[in-house]
């Protein structure tokens, strides 16, 4: 049986968050913010910033409509290089993200052919948002038979490890200081420490 490891986009093979800070001219209403800000995964429940969840959701998607003819959204550091390496191995190689599918699956596609071509068998949309959250990235993990993943969001992750899954945590200003552990979650600081 070949094994499928599912991939998360924003951040684990994206680097949305800079382009949305450059869109948004690193500013979130009269405040400078830089990515090392960032301190949680949730933006809207960071104090300082005083958003909404509905507003923080609205940041970035704006970000990502504005990228969606340009494709100019970067992809994360050394990710491609060590996405090869476990095709080679003979991984299956997936993604599944939070995005809502009815709004960006032609954008999403495109941007993956263009920075990451013949590396993914299918795209799976969680359709994670505001007005409900379909099945969580656990759920839709088991019905497809999946037990590796590599994640940004350590909520997602801890879920994911929770629910037998191996998860890689890959380290952002959001999660670092996070202190959860679970014997089925690796928390590592870049691509080059993923080791399947």
């Not at 390496?85 to 809502?100: F, P």
């Not at 948002?129 to 088991?142: G, I, N, T, V």
Request: aromatic letters at 14%; glycine letters at 2%.
């Amino acid at each position: 049986m070949q094994k499928i490891i599912w991939v998360d986009l924003d951040e684990v093979l994206a680097e949305f968050v800079d382009y949305a800070l450059v869109h948004h001219d690193y500013k979130i209403y009269w405040k400078t913010v830089k990515r090392e800000d960032i301190v949680n995964y949730y933006i809207h429940k960071m104090v300082e910033y005083d958003l909404d969840a509905k507003q923080a959701m609205e940041r970035f998607r704006t970000a990502m409509l504005e990228d969606k003819d340009k494709l100019e959204v970067l992809p994360v550091t050394w990710a491609i290089e060590w996405l090869k390496k476990l095709k080679d191995k003979g991984y299956i190689l997936k993604i599944v993200t939070a995005r809502v599918s009815d709004l960006f699956w032609e954008y999403t596609q495109k941007w993956i052919d263009k920075h990451y071509p013949n590396i993914f068998e299918e795209i799976v949309f969680a359709n994670h948002s505001l007005a409900k959250e379909d099945k969580p990235k656990s759920e839709l993990c088991k019905e497809h038979w999946i037990f590796h993943m590599i994640e940004d969001n350590p909520d997602y992750a801890l879920d994911l490890a929770e629910n037998g899954i191996l998860t890689y945590l890959l380290e952002k200003p959001w999660n670092k200081l996070r202190p959860e552990t679970h014997e089925n979650l690796i928390k590592v600081k870049s691509w080059d420490e993923v080791n399947f």
